[in-house]
């Protein structure tokens, strides 16, 4: 079974840095092109970052460039957010997603293109 499990989420002063994770399993993770997402109370799932299967190509959402850096370590099958600066606007639960066996799109980062997704970890950040 195809599993993502975030962690890592807590709370933090503006201006401070979190490190989210997410273990993937029960799918060829190396081959799959992988993101983080987010939702804030009221608001709309937004994409926040994007990476290739290999690592070398990224995308961010203009909002965090800059701040936020995605990478991931195939031979742990886990993704990772590195969270700089953070500012109470980045306060949401942030979700690990998967397009499970297939290579990233270019363009918008949209929630359509990817079929599995994790259960969510909590950021808030207080002014």
């Known amino acids: 079974q195809v599993q993502l499990v975030e962690s890592g989420g807590g709370s933090v002063q503006a201006g401070g840095s979190l490190r989210l994770s997410c273990a993937a399993s029960?799918?060829?993770?190396?081959?799959?092109?992988m993101g983080w997402f987010r939702q804030a109370p009221g608001k709309e799932r937004e994409g926040v970052a994007r990476?290739?299967?290999?690592?070398?190509?990224?995308d961010y959402a203009a909002s965090v460039k800059g701040r936020f850096t995605i990478s991931r370590d195939n031979a742990k099958k886990t993704l990772y957010l590195q969270m700089n600066n953070l500012a109470p606007e980045d306060t949401a639960m942030y979700y690990c997603?998967?397009?499970?066996?297939?290579?990233?799109?270019?363009?918008?980062?949209?929630?359509?293109?990817?079929?599995?997704w994790g259960q969510g970890t909590q950021v808030t950040v207080s002014s």
């Open positions: 990476i290739s299967t290999g690592g070398v190509i990224t």
């Open positions: 029960g799918f060829a993770y190396s081959s799959s092109c």
């Open positions: 997603a998967a397009r499970v066996g297939n290579y990233c799109y270019s363009g918008a980062l949209t929630r359509a293109d990817f079929g599995a």
